[in-house]
Each structure stands twice: as structure tokens, then as C-alpha cells.
């Protein structure tokens, strides 16, 4: 294996996700401020209403995708019995009804980002890199799918052979790159984009995918929080939180406004 | 029963001028910023007419509120927990930036830099604040039809109108018009609360007032659709939502809200109410909607009935706020006048904002038709034949049921006989009194609390540390100190010495932004505050720098 080789599949996967990881830690201590979706939806509505909700969703699916194939040993779902003709055709089929929810999305929202003036004057330069980032492994991904998967030869390329074991390898701190090389170049190149995201992931709006409000389906619907332990309306109830304003840090003051 | 304490507000409709100097001096205070540029906390809305945002009140499109289930349960009209995570990509309910208005300002710097002989006349054209291209024509604002200007065109648009037939429609345009300031209601029941999937929306058990905490709103803009009346905003710079605080600041300070203390016709009342947590819920579900008056009002507690008084002391409310509740103007208009209403109770949300229906229209429909419009006996049967404004301002204040507000306009319109007997150096007539079931020593004292009543009389605020003044007291040391009373003088209580804070706090990013802005900019002033300066020590940035040496001036 060439030092390049080293450089793309050990290093540099380490510094992304270490980028990823430390990121978000230091952007969730540092600015919750500036953690949220900053919707544009008072900008403009229409597309907006189509293309979100078919990005999201088809992205969501792609992550479960990826998820199935690259976490789970194929010796797993060989165990169960599920054999890689079955599970080519399935994967080949929801990922690419993935990535064509996903690609109409990505188009709809690219074209109000772009091209609706008040969208437009809104989009600052993070939004711009995050897109650029954002497009090219998604384009890169169907492209790999395409080429291999459904036009190439009887049976496509069988990923769960090659990538799967890697990523799992610098999963678990093992890293083992040799067949990396060998993996058809569309492949690789999603990949490399794909850790490109990762490494901006914590520096963009995209933070908004890491709080999704899992706890509101079993939240009481009134929320109530106190000021001062000492004033507050005793006893504590479940859904009342009190607000510590003794160790308030940065922008803790302006709670409220 | 959970006693807790609630920050209540009442504006007496009558006295508004609509001069919207309330929404002007919020504006400044709160909402002067980029991103809150289209969003007015208090506005003034001339009525009837559309409002702001346009055709707020129709539920049927906005879905904001709660709604009653089959089996008697509340849920919020724009569906319930997991409805909202699956519309949380696009909310389909979010009032877009037309239905406010597009904000815009002025090119005042071409009146100061037109050259000084040019034969054009120079101009300030109209910019927009989100485009920042200049705008040709104006089309809509967040008082298009303000004095009824321009109602031809859209009056029949107003969802209150609509429930009513084609006759009242036509003769209302012709006979009646008021104003109706809003802010935030602070709710008991608050949707925009219930409809926060991040929990960053909460209200405060003190004293009531809901709030969005800014660090954990994520943007979902979810509470922007579900508030019925339409007063949470989304800051589109930011990504956060905002909303009206009750000025809680200058309210933990003892000092009444801006927009209360700037209001010209000083209509707005603010005091304590106590109510019963527990009942809320199941006063909100009532099923008739006409019932949610009489419901909402079953949920306040009287403050001066023992057992109320024992079981909020036991709940943790301060000694001085239960004082306050017994001094509180809203109670005595809410529960002892009975002349103040809640703003659309069918929202089920339980408003904290009430208002005294105006009689105004009725008086001035009577004296145009040459008649005397002090005179109880023609007021009162006027009152019963013109069903007009009174089922509009059913319409606004008790869905429907023109009872409760026939009974609020009786009472000032016997108020108004009654007290011009006794200006006229008559004894007041009892039977006036009667006639609305009142006696004469309680119709005096609500002529005081509606006509006279002094700065402390009408905002009866409880501060957060009781040994601090409050009311008048304390804005007279702010006043004597800003003048510079000289040593001696008690030491002010201002709204950022109350706080601990003598410089406004200001984030990381702020602070480096005003650095870059005072480096890059050197001859642009600071900001001084005034109201905090005592007048003597040097503040630096009141005054541009002196000119440099060898200039020439
Ligand atoms: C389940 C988790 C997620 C939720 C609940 C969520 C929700 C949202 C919401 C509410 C918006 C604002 C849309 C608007 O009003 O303008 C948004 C925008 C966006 N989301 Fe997500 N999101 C999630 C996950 C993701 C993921 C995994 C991605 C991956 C790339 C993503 C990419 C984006 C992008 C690019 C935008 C910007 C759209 C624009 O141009 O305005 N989201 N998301
Ligand atoms: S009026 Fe205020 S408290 Fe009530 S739902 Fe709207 S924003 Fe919330
Ligand atoms: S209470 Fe304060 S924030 Fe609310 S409308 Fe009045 S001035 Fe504005
Ligand atoms: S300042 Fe007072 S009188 Fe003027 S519009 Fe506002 S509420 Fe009405």
C-alpha cells in the first residue's frame, strides 16, 4: 500500500471524524445559539413544502442504507440466511428509490437556494460550502450506484466485500486499508466526499440533524420552569425545569428575548 | 388545587387613539434588529378589518389554537405530537413574509447628499429591508387598513365578519370602527408551548409569562403557526423564534411593560392574578366554546377568599405578590366590574391579555342621530336595538354569546349617566346604578379605576426582590438620579442596576462586532446609556471625536 493510500483511507477518515466528533462537542458547549435549522420557510414556501420533506426523507433512508450495508457483517445477514442475490436486488432497489427522493429534493432545494431572490440574499458562505459538500457525495453515491450496481456487470459490485470490513476496521480502531485500492474509482470518490462532509458536519446548519426532538412524543404539551429555586411554585412536577441562572454561561443572559 | 401567580394585562378599548406609540417604543426596545424587522409584538389593528398578519384569526387556514376531540381531550388544531414530527420538514401552516408584509426603510441619506443646486428634487425612496432593492410601489403593510383606509377592498376579507350574514356586513362598514392593540396573551394554555418539539418554549411558574429560551430553539417554527393570534415570529437572520416577553426586565424591576408605559391613551392596566393550575386543562375543554368565558374566569381565584390565600402560600407564591393580587386592577375589571373580556376564548388557549369592549360606536351612533349620549335611558336602549357592534365584538370576545359583552357595555354606559349627574353636583342617581346591578359606591370607584386612576393604581407590580420600590417610586429615583440629584440621593433603581448590570450584556460575537465596527468607523459615536449615566463622570462615544489638530475647522 503507497503512502497516498495510507493518507486517504487511514489518516484522513481519522481526521475527519475526529473533526466530526470534537466538532459538534465544542460547537454544542460553545454556540447553542447558532444551533438550529435557520428555516427559510418565511421566505418562500412552495417548493419548500415538496422538495424538504423528499430530501429529508430520501436522505434518512439513504443513512439506513448505509447503515445496513456497511455496519452489519454480510457474514450476519448470511446467518439468517439472507443470500447476496436477495439482498442485491433489495438494497439496489431502496437505494436507488433513495437516491432519487434524495436527488429531487437536492434539486428543489438547490433551485429556491439559488434562485429565489429572498432565499438567495439569506444564504450566507457556510450555506454555499455546506451545499457544495453536500451535493458532491450525493451525486458521487448515485453515480457509484448507477455505474455498478444497475448498469454494470450481472450481479453488481459486492461493496460488503471490500468497504464494508474497512470502515468497520477504522471503526474499531483497526484500521486495515488493503483493499481499498481496488474499490472502482466512483466508489472511492463518494467516499473521500463523504468524510469531506463529515469533517464540516459540526461547522454548518447541518448540526440541526444531531438534535432531532426525540423527546416531544413524551413530553407533557405545557412546559413550565422556574426562575429562582427560591420563588419558584413547589413541588416539582414531571415537564418542570428549573432554570439554573447561577452558573449561566455565554448567552445564558439573554435567555428569553 | 395548585395556586400560581400570572402577570395579567387589560386594555380599556375606549380610550385607544390608535396612535400606535405602543407598537413604535416596543419596536425600539425590542425588535429594532435585522431578522425582527417585520415583527411588531404590539400592534394596533383597526377594526373590523384584516389585522396583522393578514387574516389571522382564520383557523381554518392557520390551524393555530387547540381543538376539542371527540372524546372531550385538547389537542392542538395542527395536530398532535407525532402529526408535528412528520410535518416538521415543511410546516404546512407557517404564514409566509407576504402575509406579514415585506419590511422596508427609506434612502434618507439621498436627502442629506443631493447635490445642492440639482433641479431633481430629491427623494427618499422606499428600500427593502430583505432584498435590499428598491421598492416601486408599496402594496402591503402591518396596518394597511388602518382608520379604515383602503377597507373597501379589504374588509369582507375579516374572519370575524365572515361569521356573520351579508346585511350586518354592509351596515357595519358604514357605522362602527375601532382600534385593538395586541401583544402576546401570555396564555394559561399556551399552544405555542405545547407545539415546541425542542421543549425551548416554557412558562414561567412565577409569574406567568411565556418565553423562548434562545439557546435550545432549534427553529422548527412550529409555535409561529400553532399561537391562534399569531404572535410568535421567526427571526429569519438568527433561525430563532421571538415573541413578546412582557418586558419581563423592567416587570422584575417593578416597572410596567413599554408598551403599558408609553401608551398615550393610557388604557392598559397590568397587575397579578392567582389561578388554579389543575382546573386549567379541563376549564380549556369545555365543550361549548360560549362556555369558555364563564370556564376561564372559573379558574381565577379570588385573593381575597382565606382558603386561597392559605393554599398559595403553601404553593410558594410571595407573600407580595398575594398583596398584589389583592390590589390588582385586572381582578377588580375581570371579577368585580365584570366589564373586561378575554380575546377569543375558542382558541382554548386561555388569553391573559383582556380587554374592556369599547362603547364608543354605540355613543357616537346615538349622539349623530341627535340625541343625547349621556343619557342612561337612551343608552341602554340603544344598547338593546343595535345589534351590530354588539355581535361583532361578540364575535371578538365571548364567541359569540352577546351577553357578557351587552353586560360590560350597560355598565359603562350607566357609568357615563351616572357620573354626569354627580359632576353636575347631583347626588349620583342609585337607580342608574341598579339598572345594571351595581350600587352607587361601585360604580364611583370604577369610574376611578377606568377614568382617573394614577400611574400606581393602574400598573400594581409586585417586583422580584420585595424590598425594592416599585411603580412611581422607583421611576422617580431613576429620574432624580439621571438629572444628577448629587451625593446623597438614593441609589437609582434602573432596570440594569436591578439586574446587576451596569453595561447591557453583550455575546462574544456582539462585542467583536461592535470592536470591528468602532475600528472601521472611528467618527460613528457609541452608544451611551442615558438613562443609566448620572450626568457627572465623562461618557465616552456621547459626543463624535474632537476634530484632529490642523484641520481646518
Ligand atoms: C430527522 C432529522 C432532521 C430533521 C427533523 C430536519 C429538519 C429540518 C428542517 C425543519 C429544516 C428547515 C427547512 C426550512 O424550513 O427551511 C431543515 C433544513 C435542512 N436540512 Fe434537515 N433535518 C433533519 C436531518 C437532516 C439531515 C440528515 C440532513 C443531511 C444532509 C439535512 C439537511 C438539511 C439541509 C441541507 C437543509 C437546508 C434546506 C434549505 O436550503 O433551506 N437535514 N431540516
Ligand atoms: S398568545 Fe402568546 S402565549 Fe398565547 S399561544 Fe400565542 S405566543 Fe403563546
Ligand atoms: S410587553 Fe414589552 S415586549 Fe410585549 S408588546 Fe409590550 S412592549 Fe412589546
Ligand atoms: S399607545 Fe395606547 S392609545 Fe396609542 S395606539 Fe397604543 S394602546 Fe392605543
Redesign the interface.
Known amino acids: 500500500m503507497s503512502a497516498l493510500d495510507t493518507l486517504l483511507w487511514v489518516a484522513f477518515p481519522y481526521a475527519s471524524l475526529t473533526l466530526l466528533v470534537a466538532g459538534l462537542v465544542w460547537r454544542w458547549r460553545s454556540d447553542q445559539f447558532g444551533w438550529t435549522t435557520r428555516s427559510s420557510q418565511l421566505h418562500e414556501k412552495a417548493i419548500l413544502r415538496l422538495a424538504s420533506p423528499l430530501f429529508h426523507v430520501g436522505f434518512l433512508m439513504v443513512i439506513a442504507g448505509h447503515f445496513l450495508g456497511l455496519i452489519i457483517p454480510k457474514t450476519w445477514t448470511d446467518a439468517v440466511g439472507f443470500r447476496e442475490q436477495a439482498y442485491h436486488v433489495l438494497a439496489t432497489s431502496a437505494g436507488s428509490l433513495a437516491a432519487l427522493l434524495t436527488v429531487v429534493g437536492l434539486v428543489g432545494l438547490l433551485w429556491r437556494r439559488f434562485i429565489t431572490q429572498s432565499v438567495r440574499l439569506a444564504t450566507t458562505r457556510r450555506d454555499k460550502v455546506m451545499y457544495v459538500l453536500l451535493t458532491l457525495p450525493i451525486l458521487l453515491g448515485t453515480w457509484a450506484t448507477l455505474s455498478t450496481q444497475l448498469f454494470g456487470q450481472p450481479g453488481g459490485y459486492d461493496y460488503r466485500e471490500t468497504i464494508s470490513p474497512w470502515l468497520r476496521s477504522i471503526l474499531t480502531f483497526t484500521p486495515q486499508a488493503e483493499a481499498m485500492p481496488t474499490v472502482p474509482l466512483a466508489f472511492r470518490l463518494h467516499i473521500i466526499a463523504g468524510f469531506l462532509l463529515f469533517a464540516i458536519w459540526p461547522f454548518t446548519r447541518l448540526v440541526h440533524a444531531v438534535t432531532i426532538p426525540v423527546q416531544y412524543p413524551t413530553r407533557p404539551y405545557i412546559v413550565y420552569r422556574a426562575r429562582q429555586a427560591s420563588v419558584s411554585a413547589a413541588p416539582t412536577r414531571r415537564g418542570w425545569a428549573p432554570v439554573d441562572t447561577t452558573t449561566a454561561h455565554e448567552g445564558a443572559g439573554s435567555r428569553g428575548a | 388545587m395548585?395556586?400560581?401567580a400570572q402577570i395579567a394585562m387589560v386594555m380599556n378599548l375606549d380610550k385607544c387613539i390608535g396612535c400606535h406609540t405602543c407598537s413604535v417604543t416596543c419596536k425600539q426596545a425590542?425588535t429594532n434588529r435585522t431578522g425582527a424587522e417585520y415583527m411588531w409584538f404590539n400592534n394596533v389593528e383597526t377594526r373590523p378589518g384584516v389585522g396583522y398578519p393578514h387574516t389571522w384569526e382564520d383557523q381554518d387556514t392557520w390551524h393555530g389554537g387547540w381543538a376539542r376531540t371527540k372524546k372531550g381531550r385538547l389537542k392542538?388544531r395542527s395536530g398532535g405530537?407525532?402529526a408535528?414530527?412528520a410535518k416538521?420538514?415543511?410546516?404546512?401552516d407557517?404564514?409566509?413574509?407576504v402575509d406579514y408584509y415585506e419590511p422596508w426603510s427609506y434612502e434618507y441619506d439621498k436627502l442629506l447628499s443631493a447635490p445642492k443646486d440639482s433641479a431633481a428634487f430629491p427623494v427618499a425612496r422606499p428600500v427593502s429591508q430583505?432584498?435590499?432593492k428598491p421598492m416601486d410601489k408599496i402594496t402591503w403593510g402591518p396596518n394597511w387598513d388602518d382608520d379604515l383606509g383602503g377597507s373597501t377592498e379589504t374588509m369582507s376579507q375579516d374572519p370575524v365578519l365572515a361569521q356573520m350574514n351579508l346585511d350586518v356586513r354592509t351596515e357595519i362598514e358604514q357605522t362602527f370602527m375601532f382600534y385593538l392593540p395586541r401583544i402576546c396573551e401570555h396564555c394559561l394554555?399556551?399552544t405555542c408551548?405545547?407545539a415546541?418539539?425542542?421543549?425551548a418554549?416554557?412558562?414561567?411558574?412565577?409569574d406567568g409569562?411565556v418565553?423562548?429560551?434562545?439557546?435550545?430553539?432549534?427553529?422548527?417554527?412550529m409555535c409561529v403557526s400553532s399561537c391562534p393570534y399569531k404572535k410568535v415570529y421567526?427571526n429569519?437572520?438568527?433561525?430563532?423564534a421571538?415573541k413578546c416577553?412582557l418586558c419581563?426586565p423592567r416587570l422584575e424591576a417593578g416597572q410596567p411593560t413599554i408598551c403599558s408605559e408609553t401608551c398615550v391613551g393610557r388604557l392598559r392596566y397590568l397587575g397579578v392574578l392567582l389561578y388554579d393550575a389543575d382546573r386549567v386543562g379541563e376549564a380549556a375543554a369545555v365543550e361549548d366554546p360560549q362556555d369558555l368565558y364563564p370556564a376561564q374566569r372559573s379558574v381565577l381565584l379570588d385573593p381575597y377568599d382565606p382558603q386561597v390565600v392559605a393554599a398559595a402560600r403553601r404553593?410558594?407564591?410571595?407573600e407580595s405578590w398575594i398583596q398584589a393580587a389583592q390590589d390588582s386592577p385586572i381582578w377588580a375589571l375581570i371579577d368585580t366590574y365584570e366589564v373586561a373580556l378575554p380575546l377569543h376564548p375558542e382558541y382554548r388557549t386561555l388569553p391573559m391579555v383582556w380587554y374592556i369592549p369599547p362603547l364608543s360606536p354605540v355613543v357616537d351612533q346615538v349622539t349623530a342621530s341627535g340625541n343625547d349620549g349621556e343619557d342612561h335611558k337612551i343608552l341602554l336602549t340603544a344598547l338593546s336595538t343595535m345589534r351590530i357592534p354588539l355581535e361583532y365584538l361578540a364575535g371578538l370576545f365571548t364567541a359569540g354569546d352577546t351577553r357578557p359583552v351587552e353586560r360590560s357595555l350597560r355598565r359603562l354606559a350607566a357609568m357615563r349617566s351616572y357620573m354626569r349627574d354627580v359632576n353636575l353636583g347631583g347626588a349620583g342617581d342609585e337607580d342608574i346604578a341598579g339598572a345594571v346591578g351595581m350600587s352607587g359606591a361601585q360604580v364611583e370607584d370604577m369610574y376611578r379605576l377606568l377614568a382617573i386612576a394614577k400611574y400606581d393604581d393602574r400598573y400594581v407590580i409586585p417586583t422580584?426582590h420585595p424590598e425594592t420600590p416599585r411603580g412611581i417610586a422607583a421611576l422617580g429615583q431613576d429620574v432624580s438620579d439621571l438629572i444628577g440629584a448629587g451625593d446623597g440621593s438614593p441609589e437609582a433603581c434602573s432596570v440594569s442596576t436591578f439586574h446587576g448590570q451596569s453595561t447591557l450584556?453583550m455575546?462574544?460575537r456582539g462585542r467583536a462586532a461592535a470592536a470591528a465596527s468602532a475600528a472601521s468607523q472611528p467618527s460613528t459615536p457609541g452608544r451611551v446609556n442615558l438613562l443609566d449615566w448620572g450626568g457627572d463622570e465623562h461618557a465616552s462615544g456621547l459626543f463624535p471625536p474632537a476634530p484632529s489638530e490642523g484641520s481646518d475647522r
Open positions: 395548585k395556586v400560581m425590542w392542538p405530537r407525532l408535528r414530527l416538521i420538514f415543511a410546516n404546512p407557517l404564514p409566509e413574509l430583505i432584498t435590499g394554555n399556551p408551548v405545547a415546541c418539539p425542542s421543549g418554549m416554557y412558562k414561567r411558574a412565577e409569562i418565553l423562548v429560551d434562545q439557546d435550545r430553539c432549534r427553529g422548527w417554527r421567526f429569519h437572520t438568527t433561525g430563532k421571538e416577553t419581563y404553593d410558594g407564591v410571595p422580584t450584556r455575546t462574544s
